[in-house]
């Protein structure tokens, strides 16, 4: 499966952004979709993970509350939602296909990977 994130931007602190991560050649409903972000000069993190059917989901604790994850498997499309935005948030924030049964939260679980959209929150 390939995917494409898109949505990111230029925002201020507080605002929201609605991350999306489209896929072609496979169907995400065979996967567990994630987010992942990386801010410039730190390691890649988990941000967010879904079930292949939507209806679990798991959070990194600073995005609790704050982001949510959700997926369309009709419109083979995973969404994130970031509300209340801060200017740590700033990253690439990369979607990704798992394809183990269990919901995972680190990267090396994740078999696909899409390219990154930037999301920039200035204070």
């Known amino acids: 499966v390939q995917l494409q994130a898109s949505g990111g931007g230029l925002v201020q602190a507080g605002d929201s952004l609605r991350l999306s991560c489209a896929a072609s050649?496979?169907?995400?409903?065979?996967?567990?979709m994630g987010w992942f972000r990386q801010a410039p000069g730190k390691e890649r993190e988990f941000v967010a993970v879904?079930?292949?059917?939507?209806?679990?989901?798991d959070y990194a604790k600073s995005m609790k509350g704050r982001f949510t994850i959700s997926r369309d498997n009709a419109m083979n499309t995973v969404y994130l939602q970031m509300n209340n935005l801060r200017p740590e948030d700033t990253a690439v924030y990369h979607c990704?296909?798992?394809?183990?049964?269990?919901?995972?939260?680190?990267?090396?679980?994740?078999?696909?990977w899409g390219q990154g959209t930037l999301v920039t929150v200035s204070s």
């Open positions: 990704a296909a798992s394809s183990y049964v269990l919901m995972r939260n680190t990267a090396d679980f994740f078999d696909f």
């Open positions: 050649e496979g169907t995400i409903s065979d996967y567990n």
């Open positions: 879904t079930n292949w059917s939507g209806a679990g989901a």
